[in-house]
């Protein structure tokens, strides 16, 4: 898919990782529908990304992924004002295990709404014409992660969602690739001050240090540039990691044998 003139829904679009999607996407040349639930942070990120790309090519909406029915008034407003939808990238998160049924809520129940709104809107069979689904894993969908261990359930999960979702058997019906993104730690993440607060215990912290041990944070810059090839080329039912400022990785979903 050519990313020029096609229209993104961007979740958790006013921050980090999101923000760097909603300026790759309008650099390439689409209109961006940034959906946060901060809507000053949205706001903001909408008014300097619409000086920068065109005011007409970029809007926020003020959207929280844990309520389905503000999540679908999103979808809406997007295709109201664009006349059109053609990629979707489920971003939202928390990372805080000390609200571990938050966390659940925005990172896995969150996507899965996404998901499903999105198969809605775009899917061919339903009201649409196609698209793509890009889903945010982590580097932590395929490894354990000790010092947050809800939250890598989470991205575990995300990745079986968007295999089973993404089967070319689904994609034929409904003309809607569905492809998983695994950034490594990022830059933003790594430096944070507040990060020990999201631990459920301050043991956990040790454990963060386990888990860091021989990371290279890389830019968020360097992860959306990676989305922009994989929305090209990637087939569905595709896993993609993007870790340590390498290039985009396939990799191979491992199948038991029963
Ligand atoms: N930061 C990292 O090191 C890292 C590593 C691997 C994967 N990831 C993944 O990358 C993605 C982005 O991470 P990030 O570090 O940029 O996150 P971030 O915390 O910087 O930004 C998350 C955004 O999501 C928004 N958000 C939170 N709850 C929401 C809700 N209920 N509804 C709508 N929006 C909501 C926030 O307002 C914020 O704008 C996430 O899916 C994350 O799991 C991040």
Redesign the pocket.
């Known amino acids: 898919m050519e990313i020029s003139n096609k229209v993104a829904l961007v ?2 679009g ?5 923000r760097a999607f909603c300026e790759m996407l309008l650099s390439y040349g689409a209109k961006v529908s940034i ?4 809507s000053d ?1 949205g706001e903001n990120a909408c008014d300097v990304l619409g000086q920068k790309f065109g005011k007409e090519r970029v809007m926020f909406c003020h ?4 309520d389905y029915v503000q999540f679908e008034e999103a979808f809406q407003t997007t295709i109201t004002e664009f006349d059109r939808l053609d990629i979707v990238v489920n ?5 805080n295990d000390k609200f571990w049924e938050l966390e659940v809520d ?2 896995l129940n ?1 996507t899965i709404r996404g998901m499903l709104l999105a198969l809605q809107y775009l899917g061919k069979d339903k009201e649409g014409h196609g698209g793509v689904v890009i889903n ?1 894993g ?3 969908s395929f490894r354990p992660q000790i010092s947050t261990p809800i939250y890598c359930a989470s ?1 575990h999960a995300i990745l079986a969602l968007s295999k089973s979702c993404g089967d070319a058997y689904h994609y034929n019906i409904t003309g809607v690739r569905v492809i998983v993104l695994c ?4 830059h ?3 430096s944070s001050s507040a990060f020990g607060n999201r631990f459920k215990s301050p043991s956990h912290e040790k454990a963060w240090q386990l888990d860091m041990k021989g990371v290279h944070p890389q830019k ?1 810059e360097h992860v959306a540039k990676g989305l922009i090839s994989i929305i090209r080329d990637a087939k569905s039912g595709s896993v993609w990691l993007i870790a340590n400022e390498k290039a985009p990785k396939e990799v191979p979903y491992s199948s038991i044998t029963m």
Do not use: F, W
């Open positions: 979740t958790g006013a921050c980090g990782l999101g959906c946060d639930l901060d942070a959207c929280d992924v844990t971003n939202a998160e928390i990372m925005v990172n969150g945010i982590s580097a932590q991205k950034p490594g730690v990022l933003h993440d790594a968020c």
